[in-house]
């Protein structure tokens, strides 16, 4: 074994298993395994490697290893695995026989890496893809509602392209800021505030728009809804509302309520002016379908000459 005990000096964890005996014990550990797992030579010798198994590690990881060695073969399996003091870490496993003069195999030699920092990043990544691929079908499938109920009735071609064109772009705009913010974050809520004043400020006069929150954190689910219904309610009210007048103010607040977010959007115009916008039926029938969803019983608008109200119910992040 004077071959062996070189192999100390070796930086990767070897362990050295006794094929001629039925549970194959380990007969041969350096310091690099004693570091990695904090088991010492006298812990592990002569038992099984399942010592280092436990309660989450994948009986399917054990059986491809139980193939490798039945197979005589070289071959690679990444596991959980655990330490001695019970914390858990990814372990990549090299397998490869060891034969006699005659060809018989001896033993198998087994060396070990740690890969916890490479199989979270992949699982990160892969989280992401899922995440990605659940946001694209979702606004997909928003768009070609959008398109649905938005009605050329009434309105010239150039008019309707328009219309919808702004709609789709506020979507655009929507998961953009999604991409750019909560992902890189790791944040998987959606932040209001931070959209208001990235993505809303931008259309309107400060001076005519309060806006109140109470650290609002929102189900990224929702990012559609969010960005639509400002893009309707701040497009219309700048062309026939309040935001229309250089009088006409407009409140928006948030307020928690039964794992919701509401938002409540009210216009005021001093004077005489009228606020009809309203007649919009795009903007009803969302705030509508978004209430309905999400099982919030309010009324969606409260209307007089001079005054707007109306509340919408979002999904507070899990």
């Known amino acids: 074994m004077s071959d062996w005990l070189k192999l100390n000096t070796v930086s990767t964890s070897i362990i ?4 001629s005996q039925s549970d194959m014990p380990v007969v041969c550990v350096n310091k690099a395994f004693e570091t990695q797992t904090g088991y010492q030579a006298a812990d592990i010798i002569g038992k099984n490697c399942r010592i280092l198994q436990g309660a989450d590690t994948d009986p399917t990881s ?3 290893i139980r193939k490798i060695i039945k197979s005589g073969h070289n071959g690679q399996v990444t596991l959980l695995n655990y330490r001695k003091d019970g914390t858990a870490f990814w372990n990549e496993i090299e397998l490869s026989p060891v034969r006699d003069a005659s060809g018989l195999i001896t033993h198998y030699v087994s060396l070990q890496r740690d890969v916890t920092t490479q199989v979270k990043l992949q699982h990160e990544r892969s989280k992401t893809i899922r995440e990605l691929q659940h946001r694209l079908r979702n606004m997909f499938s928003v768009m070609i509602s959008v398109v649905r109920n938005s009605s050329p009735d009434g309105i010239n ?3 309707f392209k328009n219309m919808l064109f702004d709609r789709l772009d506020a979507l655009a705009k929507a998961n953009a800021f999604a991409h750019n913010y909560f992902f890189q974050e790791d944040n998987l809520g959606f932040d209001v505030i931070h959209f208001y004043h990235s993505q809303i400020l931008t259309t309107v006069d400060p001076e005519q728009v309060s806006y109140k929150d109470n650290d ?4 990224a689910d929702e990012i559609n809804n969010v960005g639509l219904v400002f893009n309707e ?3 219309i009210s700048n062309a026939s509302g309040a935001l229309s007048h250089t009088k006409g103010n407009v409140a928006i607040e948030w307020q928690q309520k039964d794992g919701l977010s509401i938002m409540t959007w009210s216009e005021n115009c001093q004077g005489t002016q009228q606020l009809t916008h309203y007649d919009n039926q795009f903007a009803i029938k ?5 209430n309905t969803m ?3 019983d309010s009324g969606v608008f409260r209307q ?3 005054q707007i109200h109306c509340a919408i119910g979002f999904r507070n992040k899990v």
């Open 304 to 306: 007089n000459n001079s």
């Open 233 to 235: 309610l701040i497009h």
């Open 294 to 296: 999400n099982q919030f």
């Open 286 to 290: 969302l705030i509508q379908t978004i």
């Open 216 to 219: 609002i954190n929102i189900s």
């Open 62 to 64: 054990i059986e491809e």
């Open 157 to 159: 071609s150039t008019t």
């Open 16 to 19: 050295y298993c006794d094929c």
